[in-house]
T-cell receptor
């Protein structure tokens, strides 16, 4: 069993919908949480980074971390067809740069 | 600005053959990584290097060896390829900042490896 789990999808939503992507993890040492976006046949690119519990907003994207539940979320408001990609959560513990990824959720936004 | 460069981009191997995947970064990063990506499995860490001359096993190190000869380059070697190693391999690099942790990893374009 992986340390970080995601629903693989695919998740298919209409343009303009609010999308919720989630990850659960088992290692309580994780303190740094990231969301990456990966387009087909490309390497992942960082979307958002958060430290410990709380919320962070960047434009249409909001990241939430609930360390007590070992649960993180990414919300996408007013989703666009250009948001169609695979979204991967990633996390690391204090004093280590070893970055562990989730299984990824494939999102499709149709016009 | 090249970033992280992986070679080759595509490779077909026969079972039992060996090969080395090359990775180089020009961002002066200390941390480098090798991941494999398979359908439904996400990115799985094979090996990690915190600095030149140091390496550490990740989630799936069996069947692989790595070499971090200098700060720029981190190579991944398959000594005796098996069909189970058919995958897309990604190299990444990052630079630790606060708390010895990086806030962003930069990825190469990937190597698509098929073992027949």
């Amino acid at each position: 069993q992986k340390e970080v789990e995601q629903d693989p999808g695919p998740l298919s939503v209409p343009e303009g919908a609010i999308v919720s992507l989630n990850c659960t993890y088992s290692n309580s040492a994780f303190q740094y949480f990231m969301w990456y976006r990966q387009y087909s046949r490309k390497g992942p690119e960082l979307l958002m980074y958060t430290y410990s519990s709380g919320n962070k907003e960047d434009g249409r994207f909001t990241a939430q971390v609930d360390k007590s539940s070992k649960y993180i979320s990414l919300f996408i408001r007013d989703s666009q067809p250009s948001d169609s990609a695979t979204y991967l959560c990633a996390m690391s513990a204090r004093n280590t740069d070893k970055l562990i990824f989730g299984t990824g959720t494939r999102l499709q936004v149709f016009p | 600005n090249a970033g992280v460069t992986q070679t080759p981009k595509f490779q077909v191997l026969k079972t039992g053959q060996s090969m080395t995947l090359q990775c180089a970064q020009d961002m002066n990063h200390n941390s480098m990584y090798w991941y494999r990506q398979d359908p439904g499995m996400g990115l799985r860490l094979i090996y990690y290097s915190a600095s030149e001359g140091t390496t550490d096993k990740g989630e799936v190190p069996n069947g692989y060896n790595v070499s971090r000869l200098n700060k720029r380059e981190f190579s991944l070697r398959l000594e005796s390829a098996a069909p189970s190693q058919t995958s897309v391999y990604f190299c990444a690099s990052s630079e630790p900042s606060v708390g010895r942790v990086s806030t962003e990893a930069f990825f190469g374009q990937g190597t698509r490896l098929t073992v027949v």
